[in-house]
């Protein structure tokens, strides 16, 4: 099932939380106000209370009070929906404005005559009509041992329709807020996320032939920077990597094209006319440097396309490092006497990895050390511990160096040569600092470089752990000491 837009549930997320927010706080208000007009009423009865007593304060008897009702009539204007009783303690009334009389209930609740009255309460006396109403005694003249019960109730129709229309207008703007905050939400988010369609629009522009296009970094809100430089980043390494494989499937090409075509010459020469047995004998093993040649550099390929994929399984045991090295070095002295090449091992240390890889990886440094030293001269191989508890192997052999613009791309261009020589007995093809790349990664460790032009260069493994014994020293200090 399809997810609804991001701009649908931002403007529906807005919608709601603009609403529940709307209706919050004028729920608040509302209250706030109903509030404010009970104060006020309470208010403005105790205020009459006050004035009351003040009035009754030098009376002397339910008579006097009786004689004073048009000066209490009097004090009263004003206020059309006051309802004002006087009653004395036998509960006869001794003075009224209107006919309207309180429940009892309400007269019972009066307050004391020392004290002063505050809150007032709720009578509704019919389904549409509701006072405010208070009770509070009052003393007459001091001597006079008598009380008046002061009865008050505040008829609250005019509040109503305030609250009433305020009802209203609250509910009108709840209902355009329903209907203007989801338009308004839905064009703001519409707006907002504009970049990301460009950037949409942008990614759907790119193809392989067209790695070439980047998102404009300074045109996306800062919220989509990272996004963009992180996409940005991934096509540079896309168009880097395409660069690679076409280079690479080029090279390919070549290096399978020289022996398919070797062997093809020599088959088609050998078929032109009936040989004897020994020149047959002699094209076969002509074809068989070429079938070994195809079958290492296809074994080749199959690991470093398997070691890219982390599909290569490590088979992990300490073992001596020095003593692999010594083995390693030992079959490549043929190579090395032919040359006039000698092989030195020095130092001592213990690793934790795959024997078979490592093999394969010193193999690999030396056979290359060995082809690219002159007659006469010396390939160092030493083991060691570093300062960082890792473990190192270092080969470095003299030499005319190696330029820093190749450097890097020995390691990652597959079949990249310095001298681009695809041919010779002894001639690899390209492929074996990849692998050792490749391997050391598997390893979690690293290979590097460091050459001297025209003195010494040296490649190091690193293999991170702890184990190791020894010192660990630079070769080329041994070689650069007797050159």
């Known amino acids: 099932m399809r997810l609804p837009s991001i701009t649908f549930r931002l403007s529906l997320s807005v919608a709601v939380l603009c609403t529940a927010a709307l209706a919050a706080v004028s729920l608040y208000l509302y209250d ?24 009754l304060a030098p009376l002397r008897s339910r008579d006097e009070v009786a004689a004073h009702r048009p000066y ?8 059309p ?4 009783a006087l ?6 009334q001794l003075f009224a404005t209107s006919r309207l009389r309180l429940p009892e209930a309400q007269l019972r609740s009066a307050v004391p005559a020392s004290v002063a009255p505050e809150a007032a309460g709720v009578w509704q006396a019919a389904p549409d009509r509701r006072f405010r109403t208070l009770a509070a ?9 008598e009380q008046v019960l002061i009865a008050l109730a505040l008829d609250t129709a005019e509040e109503q329709a305030a609250l009433s229309v305020h009802r209203q207008h609250v509910m009108l703007a709840l209902a355009l807020a329903v209907v203007a905050v989801p338009l308004l939400g839905f064009a703001i988010a519409h707006h907002s996320l504009r970049p990301l369609r460009d950037m949409g629009g942008a990614v759907h522009r790119i193809s392989a032939r067209h790695l070439d296009e980047r998102l404009d970094e300074a045109r996306v809100p800062s919220e989509l920077t990272r996004l963009a430089a992180g996409f940005n980043a991934m096509l540079a390494r896309l168009e880097e990597s395409f660069g690679r494989l076409a280079n690479f499937s080029s090279d390919l090409a070549h290096e399978l094209r020289t022996p398919i075509q070797n062997l093809l010459g020599q088959t088609q020469v050998a078929l032109t006319r ?76 213990a690793v934790t990895a795959d024997r078979a890889m490592v093999q394969r990886a010193i193999g690999n440094l030396l056979s290359n050390g060995v082809r690219h030293t002159a007659k006469g001269g010396r ?4 083991v060691g511990s570093a ?28 079949f990249y040569r310095i001298d681009d020589t695809r041919n010779g007995a002894h001639g690899g093809h390209g492929l074996g600092l990849a692998i050792v790349r490749s391997i050391m990664l598997l390893h979690r460790g690293e290979v590097t470089l460091k050459s001297v032009p025209d003195l010494v260069t040296t490649f190091t493994l690193r293999f991170p752990g702890e184990g190791a014994k020894g010192s660990f020293g630079s070769p080329e200090r041994d070689i650069l000491s007797d050159l």
């Open 87 to 92: 009653f004395d303690r036998n509960g006869e």
């Open 387 to 414: 300062d960082d508890g890792s473990v190192r192997l270092s080969v470095g052999n003299p030499g005319p160096g190696i330029a820093a613009e190749h450097r890097a791309r020995l390691f990652v261009d597959r």
């Open 137 to 145: 005694w009052a003393d007459l003249a001091p001597g006079a041992g």
């Open 32 to 55: 706030t106000l109903e509030r404010h007009f009970a104060e006020r009423a309470a208010a403005e009865l105790a205020g009459k209370v006050d004035l009351l007593r003040h009035i």
């Open 81 to 84: 929906g006051l309802y004002v």
């Open 274 to 349: 009936t040989r004897a047995a020994a020149e047959y004998r002699e094209v076969l093993e002509s074809n068989l440097e070429e079938y070994q040649r195809l079958a290492r550099m296809t074994e080749d390929m199959l690991f470093l396309a398997r070691a890219d994929h982390a599909q290569a399984a490590l088979k992990l045991e300490s073992f001596d490092l020095r003593a692999e090295l010594d083995k390693v070095a030992e079959f490549y002295k043929p190579l090395a006497d032919e040359g006039g090449v000698k092989i030195e091992c020095v130092g001592a240390a």
């Open 379 to 382: 390939v160092d191989a030493r």
């Open 72 to 79: 209490l009539r009097d004090a009263l204007v004003g206020r």
